[in-house]
């Protein structure tokens, strides 16, 4: 079995943050409201994730801690989802997602194997959204969610998203000269980002003198210049979008956790704007 190992102190909070959502929606929804509920899974991973931790006393395997990924909470939530659908592309994790599959078999579980815009933008334009309302999980190992995709999700008017956007990925791409980012890269900003615009928080240098050949362009230090973008750019396609919440919260961030809610209904946006206020405060 691949086990599936991630990041520090941010991990536990990302899987708090989803499952107090998760659990609040599902309780919101279900019952009176007759909804059918979906849960999307674009990373999907192995399903759970395995900690490294000092055990003295031998209280462990090997020193190592298995916990519920993303998926198994899904799974375990009361009230239940009627139908979920997982997103992997690595063969050895889709391996382990059948197993667990194959361990709910009372479950309605769709497993897609490839890449994830393509998987939840299919996944979104076939599913009849009418009695249906969706949870979203995007906790991409990279810069791979396309601004694309994210406007799909926001079409439907029926998912609400929890979205750990890569920050430090962003940062990593953005060189502090833009004559130092290659073309890929920029390609790569674009397509996660929704736009070029990212190219005009390139200002000239204030070093560049008059008798300089060519103007450097720099752009403005800090974390929050592209969560700023990323912030406006998720509210143009949906109806509300939160605060981000930064990962670590010490320290740098590594990522910024949005919730974004689709539906453009004054209730749904209401009775979110709740169960978020809440979540944040306690987390």
């Known amino acids: 079995m691949v086990e599936h190992r991630y990041g520090g102190d941010w991990t536990e909070i990302k899987i708090t943050l989803l499952k107090s959502y998760m659990t609040a929606y599902t309780r919101a929804l279900s019952g009176k409201n007759h909804f059918d509920l979906v849960y999307i899974d674009a990373f999907a991973g192995t399903g759970e994730r395995v900690a490294s931790v000092e055990d003295p006393m ?11 990924g993303s998926v198994k909470v899904a799974l375990n939530m009361i009230p239940q989802f009627q139908e979920l659908y997982f997103i992997e ?4 994790k889709i391996e382990n997602l059948q197993k667990i599959k194959q361990e709910n078999q ?6 897609l194997k490839g890449d994830a815009n393509y998987h939840v933008k299919k996944t979104c334009q076939n599913i009849k959204w009418n009695r249906k309302r969706g949870l979203l999980f995007l906790d991409p190992y990279g810069m791979e969610v396309e601004f694309e995709t994210l406007k799909a999700i926001a079409a439907t008017k029926r998912i609400d998203v929890c979205y750990l956007f890569p920050l430090a990925g962003v940062f ?20 996660v980002l929704g736009t070029n615009d990212w190219k005009n928080l390139y200002k000239p240098s204030r070093q560049t003198s ?5 103007i450097s362009l720099e752009r403005e230090r800090g974390a929050d ?6 912030y406006s750019r998720l509210n143009e396609v ?3 979008v939160s605060s981000p919440v930064k990962l670590p919260k010490k320290g740098v961030p590594f990522f910024s956790f949005y919730y974004a809610i689709s539906n453009p209904s004054p209730a749904a946006i209401a009775l ?3 169960i978020i206020t809440h979540i944040v405060k306690n987390c």
């Open 58 to 68: 031998n209280l462990t395997q090997n020193g190592k801690i298995k916990y519920d």
């Open 210 to 214: 008059l008798f300089d050949s060519e």
């Open 89 to 92: 592309k690595d063969q050895a």
């Open 225 to 230: 210049v592209f969560d700023n973008m990323i």
């Open 238 to 240: 949906f109806s509300y």
């Open 272 to 274: 979110a704007k709740r």
């Open 172 to 191: 990593r791409q953005a060189a502090g000269k833009i004559s130092n980012i290659e073309p890929y890269k920029e390609g790569v900003l674009t397509k």
């Open 106 to 111: 009372n479950r309605n579980i769709t497993i």
